[in-house]
């Protein structure tokens, strides 16, 4: 789509990944991403799709040791040697938000966020969450850090 915004093939390949991720988040349900942006987004008022893209690669670099079976599929689903990698392409060829200072979180903000992602941290992440790890997250988020 990025290619051709006009052409139909990218807007169904587009659409049917929209469909695939919906399916998918129904039968799994939230995971760490999805709270650490909801919990951002209730707080700070931030665009939903944005926070989203800021957050990903920090989390996928966070669990991605912790699940690499899943790690293994990502990767091969972006066709790269790792998850991050392919991520990390695509976010430049759509060129995807980086940081969360961008959209006002200020620095501070980031600090008295991470207690609020702790109490939604899903029982079923990759591995474990500690306030420490979430403020590290947080804040290479803010930052635009490469991930996490």
């Known amino acids: 789509m990025v290619a051709d915004p006009a052409g139909l093939p990218g807007r169904e390949r587009t659409l049917y ?13 939230s995971g760490l991403h ?13 665009p939903h799709a944005q926070t989203h893209a800021v957050v990903l690669p920090h989390v996928l670099a966070f669990n991605a040791p912790a699940a690499p079976e899943a790690e293994r599929r990502i990767a091969a689903a972006f066709g790269a040697d790792s998850a991050i990698e392919g991520l990390e392409r695509l976010r430049r060829d759509v ?10 979180v200020k620095e501070t903000e980031v600090d008295d966020a991470v207690q609020a992602v702790l109490d939604v941290v899903p029982d079923g992440n990759p591995r474990p969450v500690t306030a420490g790890d ?3 997250l947080l804040r290479a988020a803010w930052r635009g850090a490469a991930h996490g």
């Open 17 to 29: 990944g929209t469909y695939l991720s919906a399916v998918a988040f129904s039968s799994a349900g």
């Open 34 to 46: 999805h709270k650490i942006c909801h919990v951002l987004g209730g707080l700070y008022d931030l």
């Open 95 to 104: 060129d995807a938000p980086k940081a969360l200072r961008d959209y006002g």
């Open 134 to 136: 979430i403020q590290r």
